[in-house]
């Protein structure tokens, strides 16, 4: 009753209040009862909408919750079941969502610098951010998208003189020739990935035959137990200052390509290849590029598969696409279907 909505609950709960109240002070006076019904009304207003601002709803149209904010609860979540640290994420992003003073996305544009330049020409820009703002501005920008052509990515967090950043490619050679795209399709390339990396293995003399097994059922996922709603998740560059935007497609799944990204140069992976399987994730589930650092690609994923067999497929794809988030990570494809991609989240980093 308390958190339903409308004058009939005010009044109710006024009753109530007044009610209870009303025995410590008997006796007739008429009018300062009507003055007590109103005080008490507005004392009921108040623990109406109180209640009512309690409930937990999805914060954004795109359905993807705050990232860097890890303690939140799932959507749907009922207010008196969540523990102080969930409780105190729910204010946090209820006021860094409905703030007053919005973050000027405008504003911040107008200050911008050119990184460098595409082959098209077309500019390059980076914005200095405050810390602590780097999810909040990424979406302010995402909104003026369909206005400006410009794809909001986040980039390294962490800045050390001996440590390359993003814009590597830029500084050596200003205006960059992308490349066309990828002629091979992603599933091609998943399966090409995954037959290297076996083959690889089969080559390597220190491995007998129920190693090089067991290395084959590391690349597959195992039977899933998958909790009822994603998760959250945590977004890497969650403290950087700075913020890329580049001309680029819906998504943002070309500007690996636009920039010829060399991230994964290690492996072979080119900006067009990273494009095919972007793209492929984006129009599968809505992946949105969130993070492009020097070796690190994070995926904001609205709608992340949510059956078993689709889950176990994508986790067994992410491997292909980048082992070393296994290899080096979580250690397992079905650690990894149910840490990674039953999320909002999806992290690759490349050594």
């Known amino acids: 009753m308390i958190a339903a909505t409308g004058g009939r609950s005010e009044a109710a709960v006024a009753v109530i209040l007044g009610g209870v109240m009303g025995r410590r002070n ?36 795109d359905r993807i919750r705050v990232l860097v904010n890890p303690d939140a609860p799932p959507v749907g979540a009922d207010w008196h079941d969540c523990g102080r640290r969930q409780q105190a994420a729910i204010i946090a992003e209820r006021k860094l969502m409905t703030t007053k003073t919005p973050l000027d996305a405008r504003g911040l544009l107008a200050k911008a610098n050119v990184v460098g330049s595409l082959a098209d020409g077309r500019d390059v820009l980076a914005v200095r951010i405050p810390k602590g703002t780097a999810f909040q501005t990424w979406h302010a920008f995402k909104k003026l998208y369909d206005e400006t052509g410009l794809w909001p990515f986040l980039t390294d967090p962490e800045r050390d003189d001996r440590r390359p950043t993003v814009w590597e490619a830029f500084e050596a050679n200003r205006r960059i020739a992308a490349s066309e795209p990828s002629a091979v399709t992603a599933s091609e390339l998943f399966e090409r990935w995954r037959a290297e990396y076996l083959e690889e293995d089969e080559d390597d003399p220190d491995f007998d035959e129920e190693e090089l097994a067991e290395i084959a059922a590391g690349y597959s996922c195992g039977p899933l ?29 070309d500007i690996p390509r636009l920039i010829e990204w060399g991230g994964a140069c290690n492996y072979g992976i080119t900006g067009a290849q990273h494009e095919a399987v972007l793209s492929y994730w984006h129009r599968e589930h809505g992946a949105e590029l969130l993070t492009l650092a020097f070796d690190v690609i994070e995926l904001a994923v609205p709608d992340p598969p949510a059956d078993p067999a689709t889950v176990a497929r994508v986790a067994e794809q992410q491997v292909a696409y980048c082992s070393d988030i296994v290899t080096q990570g979580v250690g397992t494809t079905t650690a990894l279907a149910q840490e990674q991609v039953y999320g909002h989240s999806w992290f690759f980093w490349w050594d």
Request: one cysteine or more.
């Open 26 to 61: 008997p006796g007739p006076d008429p009018i300062g009862s009507v003055r007590r019904f109103r005080w008490w009304r507005g004392c009921a207003h108040w623990i109406v909408t109180w209640g009512r601002n309690r409930s937990i709803k999805p914060p954004y149209d």
């Open 225 to 253: 137990d998958l909790p009822p709603v994603p998760a959250v998740g945590k977004c890497w560059a969650a403290n950087t200052e700075e913020i890329g935007l580049c001309p680029a497609g819906p998504g943002g799944t």
